[in-house]
Each structure stands twice: as structure tokens, then as C-alpha cells.
């Protein structure tokens, strides 16, 4: 069973940083491509970031040289270091594979508030 566990999130002004991690179980980690996802109030949920088995990234183009994602194969866990933070970047973060694990994979997110 997929369990995914996002945890960092929190309240910071524009200009801040945040860590979000997420531990993962269930799959095999360190041959799966992972990314992170955010979902803005009213808007569907869509891909920031991932990171693949052999350590490629990429970026969308709204976070790119702000945001740094990584991965760690023995704890299992991936990290998204958020930088220079802005207020348009509020939204839940989750993480998932890409492509995803499917409907039921999605773990609770974590809030990242962005204040102005």
C-alpha cells in the first residue's frame, strides 16, 4: 500500500524559505521518478517539480531557480527547498510518483502560506 507523508508547510512572509519532506512507503523508491505537486484554492492541482531515479530534475517555469527538489534513496524521503517565496506560490503541496500512483495515493499535503 502507497503511503505518502508530506510534512513542512507552514506560514512565512514573502521572501521566506520553507523545507517541505515527504516519506514514502509502499513503492520502490529509489527506481521511481517523484515529484511535487500544489493545489491553489480553486484550481486543479498541478506538477511544481520532479525528480527522477537517476537524479534529473525539472521545474516548472513559475518556480524554476527559486525552488530545488531532492531526494534521499535511504530514508526514502523527498525534499522541495522553496526560496524567495511569493504569495502566488500559496497552495497545498503534495507529492506523488510521476506519472502519479494513482487516485488513492494522495497523502494529506501540507499548507504553504505565503504572506505579502
Known amino acids: 500500500q502507497v503511503q505518502l507523508v508530506e510534512s513542512g508547510g507552514g506560514l512565512v512572509q514573502a521572501g521566506g524559505s520553507l523545507r517541505l519532506s515527504c516519506a514514502v512507503a509502499?513503492?520502490?523508491?529509489?527506481?521511481?521518478?517523484m515529484g511535487w505537486y500544489r493545489q491553489a484554492p480553486g484550481n486543479q492541482r498541478v506538477l511544481v517539480a520532479y525528480?527522477?531515479?537517476?537524479?534529473?530534475?525539472h521545474y516548472t517555469d513559475s518556480v524554476k531557480g527559486r525552488f530545488a527538489i531532492s531526494r534521499d534513496n535511504v530514508k526514502k524521503t523527498v525534499y522541495l527547498q522553496m526560496n524567495s517565496l511569493k504569495p502566488e506560490d500559496t497552495a497545498v503541496y503534495y507529492c506523488?510518483?510521476?506519472?502519479?500512483?494513482?487516485?488513492?495515493?494522495w497523502g494529506q499535503g501540507t499548507q504553504v502560506t505565503v504572506s505579502s
Open positions: 506523488n510518483g510521476r506519472p502519479t500512483l494513482g487516485d488513492r495515493s
Open positions: 509502499g513503492i520502490p523508491f529509489s527506481l521511481s521518478t
Open positions: 525528480i527522477s531515479s537517476g537524479g534529473a530534475t
